[in-house]
């Protein structure tokens, strides 16, 4: 009895100090460069860049498989970001991936809603809720106005509002500085 | 050598895992939609089977039989055999980037599966030294990988496939898997374990 006891205590406690030991040790942080560019974008998983989400669009940046000017949400002052993060020449937004907007979040018209899920599907972020022959409703917290729930609605149900600047989400804007020419 | 060659062939085709022993079924029926995720599972499960043979015999023959404990093997089998999966991946997330990012996800999920846990309470049943474990292990794992393959191009097909509606999907996999046992029954007579 005691011998069983010690003997599982004896494996458990050899084998947590292990781990323990072996995920100090073993630390890795994934690739540093992919997450800072990552933290820089607005997680909007708009996929207007052309890529799936915005971790996969940092992922291509870093392996120099895209350009930095793909990302309309991230505006102009995020290209700047990038192109001061990676050592690179600014350069203005790529029309052919869409324009800036203004930050807005998607609105279901509950009335007209028919509950066909099919904007549930589209959401990246997991921000509709609702269920077959349900109304939707969408969780505006989660909500990062990437329209991509718009094409599938059949009833045109969904609209884009913009966040009215409030006290609440009002911040301080960015300085502008001209860039200093060289010579 | 012939013994260890008997070892495999019987544990792949006369005794094999998921047909005969039926163990491993969840990931028998959940993995096999595609061929890609059913080779990755099948390389990390031979992986996760040969190393949990070892540390199991290990700890059966040193820890627990001289102190007559053979009734703690369950308990003991599945916590090592967790955490030597758990300190490979971290080995591997570290040293071999590639092969973590191609076993990635299936390594902690095969962990606590009951093929894993099977093998090696089968080493200890048929008192196997610690060649034969590993041996064993590896042998159910290419049994296991075998049947894995067979059974993801066959269901591969089936998509393309006139089946009525109401056969459509796991209906016709289930029973798809239900032939494939018979026809693996047919190697018994091969050899005997």
Redesign the interface.
């Known amino acids: 009895m005691i ?2 006891i010690l ?2 205590l004896s ?2 406690a050899f ?1 947590g100090l ?2 323990g030991y ?2 100090i040790k ?1 630390k ?1 942080d994934g690739d540093p460069i992919i997450d800072k560019i990552d933290n820089i974008l607005p997680q909007t998983q708009c996929g207007q860049c052309g890529y799936p989400g915005c971790k996969p669009y940092a992922t291509a940046i870093a392996n120099g498989e895209a350009d930095i000017n793909q990302c309309p949400p991230g505006g102009d002052d995020g290209v700047h970001k990038l192109a001061d993060l990676l050592g690179v020449e600014y350069k203005p937004l790529n029309a052919e991936h869409g324009v800036t907007k203004p930050k807005s979040i998607a609105i279901i018209d509950e009335s007209t809603c028919i509950g066909c899920t099919l904007c549930i599907q589209a959401c990246p972020v997991d921000a509709i809720i609702g269920a077959a022959k349900q109304m939707h409703t969408i969780v505006e917290k989660e909500c990062t106005g990437c329209e991509l729930c718009l094409p599938p609605c059949p009833v045109d149900c969904i609209d884009m509002v913009e966040i009215p600047e409030t006290t609440d989400n009002w911040k301080w804007k960015y300085p502008i500085h001209s860039i200093k020419q060289q010579n | 050598m012939t013994e260890y060659l008997l070892i495999i062939i019987s544990v792949v085709f006369v005794n094999n895992i998921v047909l005969t022993k039926i163990l491993g079924l969840c990931p028998f029926m959940g993995v096999s939609k595609k061929l890609d995720t059913s080779i990755s599972m099948s390389a990390a499960t031979a992986f996760v089977l040969t190393i949990g043979s070892i540390t199991s015999w290990l ?1 059966n023959y040193f ?2 039989v001289p ?1 007559n ?1 053979e009734y ?1 093997r369950t ?2 089998f599945i ?2 055999i967790a ?1 030597v999966v ?2 490979t991946e ?2 591997m ?2 040293n071999y980037p590639y092969l973590y990012r191609v076993l990635g996800i299936f390594l902690p999920l095969i962990t606590t599966n009951c093929a894993v846990l099977g093998i090696p309470l089968l080493n200890a049943q048929l008192s196997h030294n610690l060649l034969e474990a590993a041996i064993f292990g590896l042998g159910g794992a290419l049994g296991f990988s075998f049947v894995l393959i067979l059974f993801a191009s066959l269901r591969e097909k089936f998509e393309g496939a006139n089946t009525p509606q109401a056969m459509k999907g796991s209906a016709i996999a289930m029973l798809t898997a239900g032939l494939m046992s018979l026809s693996f029954m047919g190697f018994i007579g091969l050899d005997r374990l």
């Open positions: 011998s069983a003997i599982i494996i458990t084998i292990v781990l072996a995920s073993l890795t | 700890i820890l627990l102190y404990l703690l308990i003991s916590v090592v955490a758990q300190f971290m080995v997330e570290k």
